[in-house]
């Protein structure tokens, strides 16, 4: 058991301010302490861990291993410390920085223009966005929720489903009436088929036929993109076919700006939608408030 007199949290919170300022004279600024008394706390308590957390330098602060599992795991206490002081008092609002991560187009869709009522509602919360398709470590990346689409790896996250979204091949009516529309999935070879840049979960085009057979077409096209929005405006522009998310590209398919392809030999086949993050039922106020919202707004089904 750990000695009474070791103000451990205390410590943790010198120590991720070391961390996030990036060096021991900004957050002695920011803590109304001297530069000497924060290093001389992060010694202390390196020497009670008994392992290095950072390797110093006249130029900057480097995290060792040690040290950035320790930021990560000093990050969650901290959080549930304040969620426990601020439940614990009447009325107490979420508050504080909210970090999520999205792919592009449920971004740019549906998190961008939903931001302004969320925030309306909880003001004292301040959401930091980052749009990638690419998938990240939510601990590495510092994230409190991520969105993800397609099948969940296992892991020891939580997610929250916020819907699913049937696949659609598609193409802009100019593309169509300059190379003909394909009746098969054969005629997609004399089309121009436009794939991702990124690793996909299956590499090829999933097509049905009517006696129950199935087949693949790889697309191979003159041009390939990053993410899901990229690909959207570059099948507006007319360059070729491509297949994408119903979710995504549903007011361009009703507005008639894309027309689908090969409906006929669609499979159905759907992405899910989920919101992941850390930490189960311990939850600060501001992430499970974020949750509820997107549960509630979001329709994608």
Known sequence: MARMDINRSGEMEVFVRVVDLGGFSAAARALR?????????????????GTRLVNRSTRKL?????????????LRVLADLDEAERGAASGAAPRGRLRVNTNVPFGTHYLIPLLPDFLKRHPEVNVEVTLTDTVVDLLEDRADVAIRIGPLKSSQLVARKLGESRMMLVAAPAYLGAR????????????????????????????RKADGSASAVVPTGNAQVSDGESM???????????????????PDVAAGRLVPVLEVYNPGDTESIHAIYVGGGHLPARVRAFLDYLVERVRLD
């Open 33 to 49: 302490m001297t530069p000497s008394a924060v290093s001389k706390l992060i010694a202390r308590l390196e020497a009670r861990l």
């Open 62 to 74: 480097q995290l060792t291993p040690e040290g950035s599992a320790f930021y990560d795991r000093a």
């Open 180 to 207: 003909g529309t394909p009746e098969t999935p054969a005629d997609l070879a004399r089309h121009n088929l436009l794939g991702f840049s990124f690793a996909r979960q299956s590499n090829g085009w999933p097509f």
């Open 232 to 250: 959207r405006l570059l099948v507006l522009t007319g360059l070729g076919i491509s297949r994408l998310s119903l979710f995504h590209i549903g």
